[in-house]
T-cell receptor, first 117, second 115 residues
Framework: EAQVTQNPRYLITVTGKKLTVTCSQN?????MSWYRQDPGLGLRQIYY???????DKGDVPEGYKVSRKEKRNFPLILESPSPNQTSLYFC????????????????FGPGTRLTVL | AQSVAQPEDQVNVAEGNPLTVKCTYS??????LFWYVQYPNRGLQFLLK??????LVKGSYGFEAEFNKSQTSFHLKKPSALVSDSALYFC?????????????FGSGTQLTVLP
């Protein structure tokens, strides 16, 4: 089954304790991205990756890091989480970047709800 | 810069009635437009997109959307709403210019279909 998986689904942590949210896709997609969803703000892109070893900042990258060492994995790293990073996080992937190709479809993971105390 | 606005936080409609969820956008160049739906405790699911061609786009679950260039709008519509359509809907836009690599999402519209 084609899917994007994220782990953990729920996480409560404390300020300053490093954490990693994993994202994996099994569709051989080139493009992957991370979003955060906050009430009234919709989804905002944190980072995206065009392919292995190619990453770039989205609209709200501060406080986050990513890596893309393998095509299937795109972990999101919070080196020193703060309460303003409490949010719902989504990973997404697509064969190509948004809008490229008539068959473009972006697949989303189930989300990770993060609470930073 | 590209942006998208969903002017209604909440839309309520009776089952069987037509529904419209509004979306307006701003981009340089031609827009690529998308609608996604999010059910409770789930990720976003792709509904439909407009890249080029016919202004009326048909998507999943009986939804359609009409691209209106003069009004810079891409409203989501369905002729007859179902209770199961109740969900959070997001409009998204990307500039068609080659350098743009990101989707910009609206703030979302909560659709409630009343039985």
């Amino acid at each position: 089954e084609a899917q994007v998986t994220q782990n953990p689904r729920y996480l409560i942590t404390v300020t300053g304790k490093k954490l990693t949210v994993t994202c994996s896709q099994n569709m051989n997609h080139e493009y992957m991205s991370w979003y955060r969803q906050d009430p009234g703000l919709g989804l905002r892109q944190i980072y995206y990756s065009m392919n292995v070893e190619v990453t770039d900042k989205g609209d709200v990258p501060e406080g986050y890091k990513v890596s893309r060492k393998e095509k299937r994995n795109f972990p999101l790293i919070l080196e020193s989480p703060s309460p303003n990073q409490t949010s719902l996080y989504f990973c997404a992937s697509s064969l190509k970047p948004p809008g490229q190709g008539a068959s473009y479809t972006q697949y989303f993971g189930p989300g990770t709800r993060l609470t930073v105390l | 810069a590209q942006s998208v606005a969903q002017p209604e936080d909440q839309v309520n409609v009776a089952e069987g009635n037509p529904l419209t969820v509004k979306c307006t956008y701003s981009v340089s160049g031609n827009p690529y437009l998308f609608w996604y739906v999010q059910y409770p405790n789930r990720g976003l699911q792709f509904l439909l997109k407009y890249i080029t061609g016919d202004n009326l786009v048909k998507g999943s679950y009986g939804f359609e959307a009409e691209f209106n260039k003069s009004q810079t709008s891409f409203h989501l519509k369905k002729p007859s709403a179902l209770v199961s359509d109740s969900a959070l809907y997001f409009c998204a836009v990307k500039s068609g210019e080659g350098s743009a690599r990101q989707l910009t999402f609206g703030s979302g519209t909560q659709l409630t279909v009343l039985p």
